[in-house]
C-alpha cells in the first residue's frame, strides 16, 4: 500500500483525486491537504500553510498547489526529505521532483512506486475486428481519468480514424489549463495529452 499526500487549493485537484481513488482500488491511499485561504499574489512566509509538509510520513507527494510560491516550497521541503513529488506544468528542478508538462506526461519511474504503474503518459492495448476498434484496455493512463472516458468513445471507429479521434475525445475531457503554452513542447497542456494518447493508441494499433 502507497501512502500518497496531495496538496492543493480550493479544489484544484479534485477531479484527480476522484479518479485516482476510483481506479486505485486499495493499492494507493490519498490523504488530501486542502488551502483555501485567499492569497497574496507573493508569500514571503510559506511555512503556516505548508506545516504539515515537513512532519508528513508519505510515498508519495502530488503537487496540485496553484501558487508558485507554495509549490516551490513544497518541492524544495520534498526534496530535502527524500520524498518523491509530481508537480505537473512546473519547471522546478530539484532531486526527487518529477515535473512531466501535463499529468499524463510523467514517464514510469521506479522512485514513484505503485502510482506511477497506473498514472501517467498512456499505454492501451487495442483489439481490432473487421477494421474497426472493438476493444480498448487501458494499462496505464491520465490520473484525471480522461483516458478511460476517451477510450470508451473510440470503440467502434475505423482504425484509420481512431488514432485522431482519442486525441480529440481526450482534449474534450482533460482538466490542464487550455491557455498555457509551453514553448518546449511547441504545444498547450490540453493539446499534449491529446497528442500523447493519440501516439499510445496509434501504437497499440500497429501492434494489434
Known sequence: MQVIKVFQQNN?????????RERAGDDLVLDVINIDDALPMVLDDTEEYLKEAWEMEADLVLDY???PDLSYDLCRICSERGIPVVSPTKKWRRPHVFTPPTCCGLPRNDELGAYACSFGAPEVEAAVEDGVVKEIRVIRGAPCGATWEAAQDVLGKPVEEAGVAIGLKVQFYCVADPAGWDPIYGKSPVHFAGHVHQAALEKALRKS
Open 65 to 67: 498547489l496553484k501558487h
Open 12 to 20: 484544484s485537484g479534485a477531479r484527480k483525486i476522484a479518479a485516482v
